[in-house]
């Protein structure tokens, strides 16, 4: 299979709009991002995974998309005084909502269900943190100046206490934001993109709540991105759509060519997996989003219990290089066919940093940081978000 963005077609086509991620649970939460510009032409050699999208939105030059039909939240400064210039991250566990973000010094800030920011124990980060709910503990990451990732367990409801940052083993070689997601309750799905472009993946498995990690990255040299590489997981659906008791983990990111590219496969396929465009041709400035409803934690197998079927709802942030803006992609059946990409209500959503995306188990919310130069609705770097 040739790398990302090495076989590109001449034809251009954009979209006008703009993307989002994470989300408070307290009140509505905010979508913050840019809005994708989009090309058609085929995709790249590989193998065809189950992660169809079955649903093409093309437009032509000029063209506005239109309107969402999900019903979605307001923009809320969820962060108050509280700033960032870098991705928010979020977990929601219960009625409990965790807040980590980079500071304008750097450092790294935690709140908790939107209250006042405490530091973190002492460390320095370029790029925007990372935060889950696993084994019964909720552990945030980031990455160091020095290419290493490091992790940091909470001790107290409150938010307040953490304990000291510690080294994930092996040398991550990166300089880009770390992605987590959560397979079957206790393990943490841990991946970077690193120097060369390539995703490396390292599972971190709570049992007993103590870490053991595999100790070493694992590569997927088929394909190069220029961002990170976000992921999430989903529950595999047997015909009858009833869950088959597998899960999936589903990665995407922006290519060598800036197209959003994605692939599907059971975890112990990372190294093999190959890549696909995600339909609609998008492109995006800097990391594209992914998260699902339902709870953060865990899947559920209970088709009567309401988290089966949020947890089949996905939704895809994105920033447009054309105007920074943030758009958003949706799906209602497990990632099987999607809405298309469409500006966000109530405005716009600016940031020059990534958005991010969560659930707080019935509702998926985006968050960014906020350009306050391009908008004055709210100051710069401030915390916004948007249940989308």
Known sequence: MALLGTSLPSRVMRLRGGCARNAAPSSEVIVVVGIPRWRRGPRAGGLVFPFVISLVIVLGPGI?????????????????????????????????????????????WASHNNGPATLMPDAQTGVGPEIVAAGGRVVAFHTGTNGYVYYSFLQNTEGTSWTPWTQVPAYADTVNSLQATVVDGLDVVLLVTQRDGSPAMQTMRLWDQSPDFDGSWTRNTNGRFNSAVDITAREIMDSRGNPALETEIIFEGRGMDNRVWYSAVPLRDFASARFSQLPGDGVCDLTPAIGRGGLPDRFVTDPNDPNFRSQQEFSLACISPDDGNVWINRSTDNGNSWSGWNRTTDGAGPSNASPSIHSDGANIYAALSWNGNRDGRYPDHAIVEKRI
Do not use: I
């Not at 870098?86 to 965790?98: D, K, L, M, R």
């Open 64 to 108: 506005t998309p239109a309107s969402a039909t999900f019903s979605e939240g307001q923009w809320l400064n969820s962060g108050g005084a509280a700033r960032t210039p870098s991705t928010p991250a979020f977990v929601s566990v219960g009625s409990h909502q965790y807040r980590v973000v980079r500071g304008e010094d750097g450092r790294l």
